[in-house]
């Protein structure tokens, strides 16, 4: 009895296997037939575009980024020049840097400077999807995130002056900072490059992420700024648009200076 027992149990138990075996196929089976198949990671044709970005930064940037774009510590013994790492920065911060002419670096200084791009834009977009291979970080906008028409001008206003006049100025015309370095003028930047700027941070402006600046207020932000750019000088002289109290304290001294040049001279005629 208990041999025919132990049959009956180890029987039950293989047809028990079998027939969830086969109700796991079948529902694999339908499941593949009816769940469309992923969308592949890369598009067609940025693979090639990856690889001409690739060579690029090979002959351009690997000698101070490295061949992998893990970043090189500066030699101070042999004055070798060192690069940041680039994985995670994002093809944001890549397409920044190359495309306002800061990178490559012609000369190494305490800040880089503006400068017209040596690399086409198409050869920029080949760079930029490379090194968003390396790691994943802030990428471009979208043409939706720099759609202006309905940006509110006020809002953006507000947001500039809370967040950007400390360096920027009111004007937006750049100012002074520390140790040599300097807060460039937003008038040449595209609204492109300003939410680049925004997301990436750099040189030594902070980061405003998403959360800390929304993608509503960066547009209302780049709206004012872009504003400013064709706003009239009522006041005469730019210089710089400073404010009146500067443009008034300039104006002071040089009426003074010519004062004192005319008493110079009448006291020369007279002797």
Not at 233 to 243: E, I, M, V
């Amino acid at each position: 009895m208990k041999k025919r027992s132990r049959r009956r149990s180890f029987g039950a138990g293989i047809l028990m296997g079998g027939a969830l075996l086969l109700a796991g196929s079948g529902y694999a089976v339908v499941n593949a037939e009816t769940t469309p198949s992923p969308e592949p990671i890369a598009a067609e044709g940025s693979v090639e575009q990856i690889q001409v970005g690739r060579q690029l930064f090979l002959e351009g940037c690997s000698s101070c980024h490295g061949l992998e774009g893990q970043g090189i510590e500066a030699d101070n013994a042999t004055g070798g020049n060192g690069g940041p790492s680039l994985i995670g920065v994002g093809e944001a911060a890549v397409d920044f840097q190359v495309s306002t002419g800061r990178m490559p670096l012609a000369v190494p200084e305490a800040q880089a400077a503006r400068k017209p791009p040596t690399y086409s834009q198409a050869e920029i977009d080949a760079m930029a999807a490379y090194i968003a291979t390396l790691g994943p970080g802030p990428a471009n906008p979208t043409e939706e995130e720099l759609d202006l028409e309905d940006a509110n001008i006020a809002e953006g206003g507000e947001i500039f002056r809370t967040n950007c006049t400390q360096c920027h100025n009111f004007a937006g015309s750049g100012g002074a900072l520390t140790n040599g370095q300097y807060a460039p003028s937003l008038m040449d930047a595209t609204p492109e490059q300003i939410w680049q700027a925004l997301v990436t941070g750099p040189q030594q402006m902070p980061v405003f992420s998403n959360e800390t600046i929304t993608p509503e207020e960066k547009k209302n932000l780049i709206a004012y700024i872009e504003s400013l750019k064709v706003e009239p000088n009522n006041g005469g002289l730019a210089l710089g648009r400073l404010g009146p109290v500067t443009e008034g304290l300039f104006l002071w001294t040089a009426g003074l200076l010519s004062l004192i040049a005319v008493a110079i001279w009448i006291g020369a005629k007279v002797r």
